[in-house]
């Protein structure tokens, strides 16, 4: 044990390479046939394994001394095609240790780090429970379903010193970087409004279904956990959890975190002074959704707005984009996306700042997976992309735009009591109900 911290201390070569969710070529689990010695192992421990918890698996292992222990997934059936596919490229699973409770495999004392990658629900009480183990955790976005719960994922990493790095992982690709260098120079002229968009025609909620026994090899119970008890329903299950309000916050949350973060780091922003959200069930009033599927919310700031408009089942988005962001200055917009980013000139500018298309240049999950494994070695918090604090800023965000939308008002922030003005709503919305016997331990 004491070789392995002197190891994660060290610096080493790490590697990139391309994001692979579901098809996995051999060379990038390498890794597994290196001849490391067990004691200069980094050791992975994964829970959630059937979406981006799988995805940050893939990118973990293509870095030169991790190792993947163990597993944990409630169903039986993911975890037996994910081991499938590792031996498919040639490596060794048989010593993967599986598991269907999170708290097992934070027992095996051999690993260091953890990866979640559960429906959002989950997040909060996983990334605590894994702090008190000892343990470093890399926690999908966004990291809580609530606003109390982010502060106290923040509370938990700083009692239990732990490294914990948010999965928002545009924060490691460069061109993002660039436009935001563009941005900062003022070249943009003053920025009055910064519109967010996410229209994404692939998305859509299942249809109506009746309830139904859990399939054969799923923990339902434990799928649960936190959330209210209710009877199995296909339609609200893996990938579909994000259009109900138990478990997720839709669109708002899956993907507003990852754009309306890089919308306030553009504009040097913390909080909003106040929030008003409409929108609807309008694209698919027939099929299974909670949350809107069809989104406009406005967030006020000093100096400045920011509109958020989010669309399932369609792609045609603002400049020809079914995702971004625009800064709209007086002598320019910036508009950026996971593609690249360019400056659009405004015609009446004497200011000549038209900047063509800057592609993106890397592959920012594996980027953020090198960040994350060089911080858990230097033990420099302050060199993590995007540390819990950072996730917990954006992820509250999304939530008040949630909360607005819910409670049907305008909401007003107090920054200095970190609470809504209104005391209803902070009763009811700050934060999720637990269910069946589970709490958030005091910290």
């Known amino acids: 044990m004491h070789s392995r911290k002197k190891f994660l201390q060290q610096s080493s070569l790490l590697v990139g390479g391309g994001l692979l969710v ?6 990038a689990f390498s890794i597994f046939k290196n001849r490391i010695a067990p004691s200069d192992q980094l050791n992975i421990g ?19 001394g991790v190792k993947l222990l163990a597993v944990c997934d ?13 031996a498919a490229t040639g490596a060794d699973v048989s010593g993967i240790k599986q598991y269907k409770d999170y708290r097992k495999l934070l027992d095996q004392k051999e690993i260091d780090a953890v990866i979640i990658g559960t429906p959002d629900h989950w997040h909060a009480l996983i990334m605590i429970h894994a702090c008190q183990a000892g343990k470093d955790v890399y926690v999908e976005k966004p990291v809580g379903n609530s606003i109390m719960e982010c502060r106290a994922m923040i509370a938990a990493q700083k009692k239990y010193n732990r490294v914990v790095q948010a999965g928002q992982w545009q924060r490691s690709q460069q061109h993002f970087a660039n436009a935001l260098d563009m941005v900062h120079s003022g070249q943009l ?14 998305m859509r909620p299942q249809p109506v279904v ?26 609200r299950f893996h990938f579909h959890f994000r259009w109900f309000w138990d478990y997720a916050g839709g669109l708002m949350t899956d993907w507003g975190v990852h754009l309306l973060d890089y919308a306030l780091l553009g504009m040097k922003a913390s909080v909003p002074k106040t929030i008003v959200a409409m929108g609807g069930r309008f694209a698919y009033p027939d099929l299974y959704e909670e949350t809107p599927d069809t989104l406009t919310t406005l967030y ?3 100096g400045f707005n920011l509109v958020w408009d989010s669309a399932m089942g369609i792609d045609n988005g603002s400049y020809g984009r079914d995702h971004g962001i625009a800064f709209i200055g007086n002598n320019g917009t910036l508009v950026l996306d996971r593609g690249g980013w360019e400056v659009i000139e405004e ?15 890397d592959n920012g999950l594996d980027k953020h997976w090198e960040n994350f494994v060089a911080a858990v070695k230097s033990r420099k918090l302050e060199n993590l992309h995007c540390s819990i604090e950072e996730g917990a800023k954006i992820a509250t965000v999304a939530q008040m735009g949630n909360i607005a939308f819910r409670s049907n008002k305008k909401l007003s922030w107090d920054k ?3 609470q809504f003005t209104d005391a209803a709503i902070n009763k009811q919305y700050l934060m999720k109900h637990y269910h069946n016997g589970y709490a958030l331990p005091k910290l």
């Open 347 to 361: 015609k009446q500018s004497k200011n000549k700042i038209a900047h063509p298309l800057e592609q993106k240049m």
């Open 210 to 235: 009746p309830d139904s026994a859990p399939p054969a090899g799923v923990d339902y119970k434990q799928w649960l956990g936190p959330a209210a008890t209710r009877p199995f329903n296909a339609s």
């Open 22 to 27: 579901s098809a996995i070529p051999a060379e």
């Open 74 to 86: 409630v169903d039986q059936n993911v975890i037996d095609k994910r081991l499938k596919e590792l």
């Open 46 to 64: 994964a829970i959630g394994i059937n979406g981006m918890g799988w995805a940050n698996v893939t990118a973990a292992l293509k870095i030169p």
């Open 416 to 418: 200095a009591t970190a």
């Open 189 to 202: 002229g003053n920025i009055r409004t910064v519109k967010v968009w996410c229209y994404q025609g692939w």
């Open 300 to 302: 006020e700031f000093d």
